[in-house]
């Protein structure tokens, strides 16, 4: 069974600060792996998604994320934050022969200071 | 024009009654679902309909019911209605069959009283 943790439930950054959300993922296969971003009260959005090929990918809004094979991973990155960027970010997990069955893990709320 | 688009966005109603919720989506995509969020805002999936056809059901109480007249359409109907079906349910859509990415609606917020 395929299956998401973010370790960190909040995270606070400074506006103009480098942010780092941690994406860890199981799955017996090449997982396809993708970020969302979900604003308050708004649905989600796809910021970026990685199937296959390089490992590093670019998303909207100047967002990237980088797949670790070795260690699970697929970090979320932005190398300098805007106060719109505080929202709730998801990482999912899915894979070409589920059905199109993403499983999403539990979320980090990213707070931007001024 | 809103891509995938759902009514209504909030919906207040007492237990025991059955409510409706549509959805309707013109990106030609062939893949619907439904996502509940709760409270703490896991999301997990309900329903996936394919060109018209079931193809996931998970663990739902049968007192729900979608239902897709055509591909550009899903809607769910809930029966019955408990203080625990209070969630924000969202809408999404998908190409073909796999899991590429989904575009999500803006949600209903269904609060049950």
């Known amino acids: 069974a395929q299956s998401v943790t973010q370790p960190d439930i909040h995270i606070t950054v400074s506006e103009g600060a480098s942010l780092e959300l941690r994406c860890n993922y199981s799955?017996?296969?090449?997982?396809?792996l993708f970020w969302y971003v979900q604003s308050p009260g708004q649905g989600l959005q796809l910021l970026l998604k990685?199937?296959?090929?390089?490992?590093l990918v670019q998303g909207i809004k100047g967002f990237e994320a980088e797949f670790k094979r070795s260690q699970s991973s697929f970090n979320l990155r932005k190398p300098s934050v805007h106060w719109s960027d505080a929202a709730e970010y998801f990482c999912?997990?899915?894979?070409?022969?589920?059905?199109?069955?993403?499983?999403f893990g539990d979320g980090t709320t990213l707070t931007v200071k001024p | 024009d809103t891509a995938v688009s759902q009514t209504p966005k909030y919906l207040v109603t007492q237990m025991g009654n059955d409510k409706s919720i549509k959805c309707e989506q013109n990106?030609?995509?062939?893949?619907m679902y439904w996502y509940k969020q709760d409270s703490k805002k896991f999301l997990k999936i309900m329903f996936s309909?394919?060109?018209?056809?079931?193809?996931i059901n998970e663990t739902v109480p049968n007192r729900f019911s979608p239902k897709s007249p055509d591909k550009a359409h899903l809607n769910l109907h809930i029966n019955s209605l408990e203080l625990g079906d209070s969630a924000v349910y969202f809408c999404?859509?998908?190409?073909?069959?796999?899991?590429?990415?989904?575009?999500f609606g803006s949600g209903t917020r269904l609060t049950v009283v």
């Open positions: 999404a859509s998908s190409q073909g069959t796999g899991d590429y990415g989904y575009t």
């Open positions: 799955y017996g296969a090449t997982p396809y």
């Open positions: 990685y199937f296959s090929g390089d490992t």
């Open positions: 999912a997990v899915g894979a070409n022969t589920n059905a199109g069955k993403s499983t």
């Open positions: 990106l030609g995509h062939d893949t």
């Open positions: 309909y394919n060109n018209k056809e079931l193809i």
